[in-house]
């Protein structure tokens, strides 16, 4: 009954005309940014903290909130129709949502990412309101040890799943890892693999590597197609740009699965919406009657990815408010609004100011409703890109692309680099090598590498740290259960095959 109370007053405080406008302006702020690639919402949070001086604490807290779940939204829109993801948790989306595009289903991807961006969101904010506190428990039951074999198991379920080969999969993993190794060792402070260029000592920035695997080699490929003669003059979108009763029908279950997969990980500081929406791609996959259609436009490779990406920052809000503990790098600033505010995130908050981090969660049921209402009457806008004539299109992506880019630092050397991932994304689609595999690596190779290195550091070197529990062990397990499965299971079909024609 305390809890109810709690809720109750949230709602009298998010329910404010002043509070209502500040929602609105984050979630408006937070799809529009969602849109360009490069800048994203921790970026675009930063940008606008000092625009929260002299503002109520409260007000302040629910834009910068409306900004980061706003920007999950706004991301769909050129994944899906121009393969051109604004983050890491955008990569799947692009995938499918394209392959969907180019089919004439551009509406349709649209509207099941706003469809289950709203479910799942609100099955995040529900769990927030509920589990908060004893999730909160689990996740300080993760070290080094369990964090390094999540990311392992991360790693091993998405190549596995992501080609039709395994080794071509573990190939563009590595691949990814490598990739990540470019620039400074924060241990020892040395340089590696810079090749001397002082802008590769931060390393190579996630968004050049998106967009030149995603955008540019779809422009590459585009234009050999125009030299061939064989580019269609524009897309079309044929039927409605609703779902049919039987895409809502495939797409009910990856919604679901999605909305608590995202949660789950958003809670665990450090994994994030990408690791969330390509385990929920995984798992989709890995559950479909019809896994062929992955790769291709299968509609629950859009639900079930959006779904997590947007219930994830439900997910990361538990240990920020309830343990002081930011998850990654968006609610790593929004800690530091906190703290411009004077408020210090974690357990007495509940206690001290109940009602700013209740009127903070309530608004987000608010914003939710906000951004379904905004970007379902915009699906027919959105589409029309898709009318564009290819010769129009790819200057435009390039363009998008180029901004976006230079933006993050102003580097000519980031251009460079996004030609040379551009050709490299083009030759991993006529090797038929998958690149999602690359990109989690990429993401996931930095805390990897300091679990690792903490872990052994803890355990004096010994291995058997990464076994010395019941959550490593079962997360040990489940990796090589994803790089099995790819042996196991066309035996068990073919087994399967003949008991039917035996019994027949």
């Known amino acids: 009954m305390e809890t109810l109370g709690h809720i109750l007053n949230g709602f009298s405080v998010c329910l404010q005309p002043m509070n209502l406008w500040y929602t609105f302006l984050g979630v408006f702020i937070g799809t529009i940014v969602g849109i360009l690639p490069g800048i994203g919402p921790a970026a675009s949070i930063a940008i606008l903290i000092p ?13 910068m909130a409306g900004i980061y779940y706003g920007t999950k939204y706004g991301g769909s829109t050129t994944s899906i129709l121009l393969r051109t993801p604004g983050e890491a948790s955008s990569v799947m989306t692009s995938i499918e949502g394209y392959e969907m595009a180019r089919k004439g289903r551009g ?26 506190l004893p999730l909160a428990a689990i996740a300080l039951k993760f070290g080094p040890a369990e964090y390094f074999n999540l990311m392992i198991f991360a790693l091993t379920a998405v190549a596995s799943l992501a080609g039709k080969s395994l080794a071509k999969g573990m190939l563009s993993t590595v691949l990814g890892l490598v990739i990540a190794t470019v620039g400074i060792d ?13 802008e590769l000592m931060d390393g190579i920035g996630f968004i050049v590597v998106v967009v030149g695997m995603f955008a540019v080699s779809e422009v590459l490929r585009g234009m050999e197609q125009l030299y061939k003669g064989t580019a269609p003059k524009a897309m079309r979108i044929s039927g409605k740009l609703w779902l049919t009763r039987e895409e809502w029908k495939r797409s009910i279950g990856p919604i679901w699965r999605g909305g608590i997969i995202g949660f789950l990980v958003g809670i665990l500081p450090g994994a994030g919406g990408t690791i969330a929406s390509m385990l929920s791609y995984s798992t989709e996959k890995r559950l479909s009657k019809h896994p062929e259609e992955f790769g291709k436009g299968a509609i629950e490779g859009v639900a079930g990815p959006e779904s997590a990406n947007n219930s994830d ?16 790098g968006a609610t790593a600033v929004m800690m530091g609004a906190f703290i411009m505010h004077g408020i ?21 049921y608010i914003g ?29 992506i390039v363009a998008i692309s180029v901004v976006g880019t230079y933006s993050v630092n102003a580097s000519m ?41 903490q872990a052994m550091t803890i355990s004096d070197g010994s291995l058997g740290i990464f076994v010395g529990s019941g959550i490593t062990i079962t997360l040990a397990i489940m990796a ?5 499965m790819p042996f196991i299971m066309p035996r068990l079909k073919k087994l399967q095959s003949s008991e039917d024609q035996a019994a027949a």
Do not use: C
């Not at 509406?107 to 908060?132: C, M, P, R, Y």
């Not at 538990?318 to 998850?327: A, E, F, I, Q, R």
């Open 51 to 63: 625009a929260t001086f002299g503002m109520d604490p409260t007000s302040g807290l629910i834009m």
């Open 107 to 132: 509406g349709a991807a649209l509207a099941v990412s706003a469809i289950g961006s709203f479910i799942a969101g609100t099955i995040g904010v529900v769990a927030l309101t509920i589990f908060a």
């Open 186 to 198: 924060l241990q020892s402070g040395q340089q590696r693999f810079t090749g001397g260029i002082p």
């Open 313 to 328: 920052t439900a997910g990361a809000m538990v240990p920020l408010l309830t343990l002081g503990v930011p998850g990654g």
């Open 344 to 364: 210090q995130p974690g357990p007495l908050l509940f206690q001290n100011r109940p009602d700013l981090v209740w009127g903070l969660i309530d608004s987000m």
């Open 368 to 396: 939710n409703i906000m951004l379904l209402v905004l970007n379902l009457p915009l699906i027919g806008l959105f589409v029309r890109l898709l009318y564009i004539p290819s010769g129009m299109l790819y200057p435009l």
């Open 413 to 453: 050397v980031e251009l460079y680099l996004v030609l040379g991932f551009g050709v490299l994304g083009y030759l991993f689609e006529k090797v038929d090598i998958p690149v999602a595999p690359l990109v989690l690596s990429l993401v996931l190779a930095g805390i990897m590498e300091q679990s690792f290195r």
């Open 480 to 484: 090589l259960l994803s790089v099995a």
